[in-house]
């Protein structure tokens, strides 16, 4: 089975609210990584925490790690048309969960 | 500015037929993968390499095999298509603690 898990599979929200996809995953891990797919396309890394860090930042996103409870957030804030993709956690021995399908609606 | 390049990007063929899925990139990266992934699902991985001459099956049972002659390149292929077989091929590489790369996928359709 795979690695990680998103919650929730789905999410729609309008253009300027904070959208927030959550994974869990079952084993130690050296790091945690998070990607975003368009339709039709090959996944794209959005960012990287290590199992030393407890939260990141990068633009608009905000990632938190807590190993004790093998879980991960992503917050994507402020968000836009353009943010809309499925949004994937993958354990840093490169197996992914089933991935959040976010609509941001204009 | 992709990296890391996947042809065909679609392919449509007959049961029977033998079908190699290409893969290639030009970073220098020691690991390749290669997932399968139906339209909207999650991501399972099939095949992966550490390095030349080393490759490993992974979580999904596929019939497909992979080779790893040169670092740059690693091809997938299914010595006799079937329907079963529709679907999506990743390819993505990556080196030691650093997030990997990917192509835009072959979408893979079996008549």
């Known amino acids: 089975s795979q690695q990680g898990e998103e919650d929730p599979q789905a999410l729609s929200i309008q253009e300027g609210e904070n959208a927030t996809m959550n994974c869990s995953y079952k084993t130690s891990i050296n790091n945690l990584q998070w990607y975003r797919q368009n339709s039709g396309r090959g996944l794209v890394h959005l960012i990287l925490i290590r199992s030393n860090e407890r939260e990141k930042h990068s633009g608009r996103l905000r990632v938190t790690l807590d190993t004790s409870k093998k879980s991960s957030s992503l917050l994507i804030t402020a968000s836009r048309a353009a943010d809309t993709a499925s949004y994937f956690c993958a354990t840093s021995d490169m197996r992914f969960g089933a991935g959040t399908r976010l609509t941001v609606k204009p | 500015e992709a990296d890391i390049y996947q042809t065909p990007r679609y392919l449509v063929i007959g049961t029977g037929k033998k079908i190699t899925l290409e893969c290639s990139q030009t970073?220098?990266?020691?690991?390749m993968y290669w997932y399968q992934q139906d339209p909207g699902m999650e991501l399972h991985l099939i095949h992966y390499?550490?390095?030349?001459?080393?490759?490993e099956k992974g979580d999904l049972s596929s019939e497909s095999t992979v080779s790893r002659i040169r670092t740059e390149h690693f091809p997938l292929t299914l010595e006799s298509a079937r329907p079963s077989h529709t679907s999506q091929y990743l390819c993505?590489?990556?080196?030691?603690?650093?997030?990997?790369?990917f192509g835009d996928g072959t979408r893979l359709s079996i008549l």
């Open positions: 993505a590489s990556s080196t030691s603690g650093q997030p990997q790369h």
């Open positions: 970073m220098g990266h020691d690991k």
């Open positions: 390499s550490y390095g030349v001459n080393s490759t």
